[in-house]
């Protein structure tokens, strides 16, 4: 367990922001002295191919606040947001994206609300400026689907931009999952959380790394990850498939009694194509949790270490085993 000596943490995923990374830190700097804190900023570099990872070491030695951490390949944004969680030293913990959209000008008044007694403030986002109409589109449809399937309540329109408590941070390393969706995992924590609306602004540099496939792989962890109901879905869609099956049984059987008629192979085509089609469906959602489970059970690190460099310039541990 790490030593806790600083009031707060930042942590900052970091896949080509090269351009982004000294204005995040300065804003971050002013942010924290602004409030006289004993701070620290973690940037994992999460297998960038720009200059991010060089930006990072002049940095660190430049200013003894920031923690460089180098991961040994691109392990995506949840799992590099989990290594900044492991090596954290803050009594509390600010989760925020190095592309900027998310202020770091409002961690005094998210400070604020948890010296009240709350455990999570997370910003939640009531305009998103510089995002085209496909990627608002999506985003309404995924934190639809969401409300409708997770066991978890999430609330709409946030991102992992939060303050968080200490226990708020080692219940999130306790949990061993894999497939991670951290703001569904903070909420699944509870605690007292409260709600923080912001605008959200534009990229500060750069261009978005989230395609559309990694948009449907995050949705698919956070359905997987805090539901059982779409194999729910998918043996209710079973038995109505197979009730129409034994329908369409009876009408064939009774045709065949009754009356002196060919059955064509355009509708014998269409229903074990249809029924094919159900079958592989439901097989395809019972198959995405085996493989999750397969992965959990192969118990493989959540990530690889490469490199931990503190403020200063000095090498830090290696690490190549740490898990959350």
């Known amino acids: ?23 995040l830190h300065r804003r971050v700097r002013e942010a924290c002295e602004s409030m006289g804190l004993r701070w620290e900023l973690v940037l994992v570099n999460d297998g960038s191919t720009d200059e991010t990872w060089q930006t990072m ?48 000008e409002l961690l005094p008044k998210m400070w604020a609300r948890m010296d009240d007694g ?12 510089g995002e085209s109409g496909f990627k608002l ?42 497939h991670r969706f951290m703001r569904g995992m903070v909420s699944w924590v ?12 534009a990229r500060y540099a750069g261009k978005t790394a989230y395609s559309f496939k990694h948009m449907w792989r995050l949705a698919v962890d956070a359905v997987t990850g805090f539901s059982i109901r779409p194999l729910q879905m998918a043996s209710l869609l079973g038995f109505v498939c197979a009730a129409g099956s034994a329908f369409v049984l009876l009408y064939a059987l009774s045709s065949w009694l009754f009356f002196d008629t060919e059955r064509g192979w355009t509708s014998l085509i269409a229903v074990v194509a249809f029924f094919g089609g159900v ?13 999750r489970m397969f992965e959990q059970v192969r118990g493989r690190p959540l990530f690889m270490i490469d490199k931990v460099v503190r403020g200063g310039g000095q090498p830090g541990e290696t690490e190549t085993d740490r898990t959350a």
């Not at 367990?1 to 204005?23: F, G, H, K, Q």
């Not at 660190?60 to 995506?76: F, I, P, T």
């Open 1 to 23: 367990m790490t030593e806790i000596t600083l009031d707060l943490t930042v942590a900052a995923p970091c896949y080509n922001e090269a351009e982004s990374l000294r204005e």
């Open 57 to 104: 070491l002049a940095l660190a030695a430049e200013d003894a606040h920031v923690v460089a951490v180098d991961l040994s390949r691109n392990h995506g944004q949840q799992l590099a947001m989990t290594a900044a969680l492991s090596l954290s030293r803050g009594e509390r913990l600010l989760m925020i994206d190095a592309d900027l959209q998310d202020p770091p």
């Open 118 to 129: 709350v455990d999570v403030v997370y910003g939640q986002r009531i305009e998103r400026k």
């Open 137 to 178: 589109g999506t985003a309404a449809a995924f934190y639809w689907l969401i409300g409708k399937l997770a066991d978890t309540h999430i609330p709409r329109n946030t991102g992992d931009f939060r303050l968080i408590s200490r226990r708020v941070v080692e219940a999130l390393l306790a949990m061993p999952e894999r």
């Open 190 to 201: 509870g605690y007292r959380q409260e709600a923080m609306q912001f605008e959200r602004d």
């Open 279 to 291: 079958q592989l469906m439901v097989l395809g959602v019972m198959g995405e949790y085996l493989g």
